[in-house]
Structure formats: structure tokens, C-alpha cells
């Protein structure tokens, strides 16, 4: 089923080993509604290695706003910068920007 509206989603921040995201979404009656469920696909990239996690999805409900927050937990030990992409879905609908990211120092 095809969500109609708009999704946007912030550039990533990172605090500690944690990067979080914001989603917004403004569905095409222009009310939001809480509990809309987002989808977020996090991975991350080695910027000497290049080497790629896995993909990680999580999942959370807008609030009243239409906003939701999403975290990423980066791993204690990295030995290397690190790019972290975000992408937020929801019944068919992609955040406007496209894939997000923030490199993170080890």
C-alpha cells in the first residue's frame, strides 16, 4: 500500500558511539497523525577500508508532530573513520534527500 504525503529526514548526528536521525512526515491531508510507522536503514563504510556492515533496520512510530527519532549505535572499538548512510521509509515513501550520512572519527 502506497503512503501518500512527504518524508524528510535530518543529517545524521553523532554523540558518543551513538548518530541519530529525525524523520518528519506530512501526510497529504496535511494533519499529522501519530503513530505512523518509520522505517530506517542504517549501515556504515570504512573511509580507508571501504569495507560495509550490514544493513541494520529500525523501526519507530511518529509522535503527534509526525516526527520520530532513530539511533544508530556505532561499535566501541573502530580503528578507522567510519561513514554512517541513513535512509528512512514508510509504505512505499522515501525520505526527499536520499541517503544521509556523517563520517565519525575511531
Partial sequence: M???GSLSLSAPA????????TATYKPASG?????????????TVGVSTKMQTPEVTTSGSTNSSGVVVSQYTLPVVRSESYTVYVIATTGGLTNSEGWQSVTVAP
Fill in 2 to 4: 502506497s503512503t501518500l
Fill in 14 to 21: 553523532q554523540t558518543g558511539d551513538i548518530v541519530k536521525t
Fill in 31 to 43: 494533519s499529522a497523525l501519530p503513530g505512523q510507522v518509520i522505517d530506517f536503514r542504517w549501515y
